[in-house]
């Protein structure tokens, strides 16, 4: 037994060796790592050798591995490859019921069991993919994104008029967005804090919420002056003009008298994108009939009545 060995300094307690290092009186223990733990290390390091060579694992320079930037693996997997191949193939699958959809009217659509349930399925999941962020998942809007499950619609509720609005957007770079711009009466100054208040009030009244008589006539006065032309002389509203109606408690940005206020202060701008490039036409089309059927959407006959959102 040599020198070194001899030296060497066991626990007393336990008599496993120690490391010689010593902190505050206490001694480290040189204990070894458990069997069970080091076989799993060990089939862990093999794992890893086996995977490299199978799978893409190691990153290369350009040229050295072909057309990618890593080596490619024995298998040649891909997981890019695969979900093109499964989105190839659930088109073909879809391919008969977006056929079917082509220039099919909602009433078509609605009487066509296997049409109807084909439309659900594709619509819900284009909407998923795109809609719920701002709409949320049941579409039951937030506060600045509308409700799609209600009958209040700001530019039409039809099925051709959901189309066009998906379609081309709302104040998008689209020629043919739905487009409308509500002064900012109060940032631009064109009117001031009271009169503001005022009018409020009075928007509010048009609703059924209380407000003072005074003030109401007084924003009566300045409404006509100022928000007629677009929300018509009795708060109905104009969907030519994307004006909402006034008149109901369907509120946007909230139906508040702060949030008024602040409407009428700064001006709504919402954004909508144009989908017509994003998506091809019958996924437009899909969509636009699962907003429709969602609950709130309209007959071409009611396209033109005053509600609005």
């Not at 320079?61 to 979900?83: F, M, W, Y």
């Amino acid at each position: 037994m040599s020198d070194n060995e001899h030296d060497v300094e066991h626990d007393a307690h336990s008599g496993t060796q120690t490391t010689g290092h010593t902190w505050d009186g206490i001694k480290e223990l040189d204990t070894p790592l458990p069997r069970w733990w080091l076989w799993i290390f060990y089939a862990t390091c093999a794992w890893a050798v086996v995977y490299w060579v199978l799978m893409p694992a190691w990153p290369a320079l350009p040229g050295l591995a072909g057309e990618t930037d890593h080596t490619r693996g024995l298998r040649d997997h891909s997981e890019r490859a695969n979900v093109a191949a499964a989105v190839a193939d659930l088109q073909a699958q879809r391919a008969s019921g977006f056929a079917a959809l082509e220039g099919a009217s909602i009433e078509q659509i609605e009487n066509d069991p296997q049409l109807l349930g084909f439309v659900r399925a594709a619509g819900e999941s284009a909407f998923g993919d795109n809609c719920a962020t701002c709409h949320g998942a049941g579409a039951q809007g937030f506060v600045g994104y509308p409700n799609l499950n209600d009958d209040v619609w700001l530019w039409g509720g039809s099925y051709e008029e959901i189309r066009t609005t998906i379609r081309f957007g709302i104040r998008t770079d689209h020629p043919d967005t739905h487009f409308s711009q509500m002064p900012s009466f109060g940032r631009d100054e064109l009117l001031s804090r009271s009169e503001i208040a005022d009018v409020a009030d009075y928007v509010l009244s048009l609703s059924g919420h209380e407000a003072d008589a005074e003030a109401i006539a007084h924003g009566a006065t300045i409404y006509q002056a100022q928000c007629a032309s677009c929300h018509m002389a009795d708060g109905s509203g104009d969907r030519l003009q994307g004006a909402p109606n006034l008149t109901d408690r369907d509120w946007l940005y909230g139906s508040e008298r702060d949030q008024v206020i602040d409407i009428i202060h700064r001006g709504p701008y919402g954004v909508m994108p144009s989908w017509e490039g994003r998506l091809d036409a019958a996924t437009i089309d899909a969509l636009a009939a699962y907003v429709y059927l969602l609950g709130g959407g309209e007959s071409d006959g009611a396209a033109n009545g005053p509600t609005g959102r």
